[in-house]
């Protein structure tokens, strides 16, 4: 069963970073490129990016070229996403997403950045 | 950057209705291979996005038939026909034909 386990809930001062992790299991991600997504209520999904794990190979968009920074680790099978000098607008719900369609998504990680 | 403009905002209805969301894109969305990579996805309220319709109109394992996606080049439509409690959410258009992928704004499907 094709499963992509994202970590737990992040609290974060502003001008701070994070790293988010999902790992997947029942398949190997080297198989899929992975994608990011970002989650506000008031905006909607917004698509950050993907990473081909089997090369490192990434596209960003691009108001998330120097935000965000994909990498992916194949021995364990972990796509992981860091988000850099955090503010109140990177407070959003995260979600790994296997491509393409999306068929399977990570159960979302709640990022809140606040002093 | 490809622009997904889906309207309306919010559709009320009646459980057993109809309900029809549009989604416009700014520039064709056939890509070089001939396909279309046009997705519907439905969020329900603290859920992770499901997908719904990929390739314009093909349903996803387990949709429901009611679900019915079409459309072509730049003008795509998702039709929900009988709408049921569960199918209550937010849509969203994406398109993975170029890159950046982009998604539409959305639509709330709420009861009236």
């Known amino acids: 069963e094709v499963q992509l386990q994202q970590s737990g809930p992040e609290l974060r001062r502003p001008g701070s970073s994070v790293k988010l992790s999902c790992k997947a299991s029942?398949?190997?991600?080297?198989?899929?490129?992975m994608h990011w997504v970002k989650h506000r209520p008031e905006h909607g999904l917004e698509w950050i990016g993907w990473?081909?794990?089997?090369?490192?190979?990434?596209k960003y968009a691009q108001k998330f070229q120097s935000k965000a920074t994909l990498t992916a680790d194949t021995s364990s099978n972990t796509a992981y996403m860091q988000l850099s000098s955090l503010t109140s607008e990177d407070t959003a719900t995260y979600f790994c997403?296997?491509?393409?369609?999306?068929?399977?998504w990570g159960q979302g990680v709640m990022v809140t950045v606040s002093s | 950057d490809v622009v997904l403009t889906q309207t309306p905002v919010a559709q009320p209805v009646t459980l057993g209705d109809q309900a029809s969301i549009s989604c416009r894109s700014s520039q064709s969305l056939v890509h070089s291979n001939g396909n279309t990579y046009l997705e519907w996805y439905l969020q329900k309220p603290g859920q992770s996005p499901q997908l719904l319709i990929y390739?314009?109109?093909n349903r996803f394992s387990g949709v429901p038939d009611r679900f019915i996606g079409s459309g072509s080049g730049s003008d795509f439509t998702l039709k929900i026909s009988r709408v049921e409690p569960e199918d209550l959410g937010v849509y969203y258009c994406?398109?993975?034909?170029?890159?950046?992928?982009?998604f539409g704004g959305g639509t709330k499907l709420e009861l009236k």
């Open positions: 997403a296997r491509s393409t369609p999306f068929d399977y």
């Open positions: 390739k314009v109109s």
């Open positions: 990473i081909d794990p089997e090369d490192g190979e990434t």
């Open positions: 029942g398949y190997s991600i080297t198989d899929y490129l």
């Open positions: 994406f398109q993975a034909t170029h890159d950046p992928r982009t």
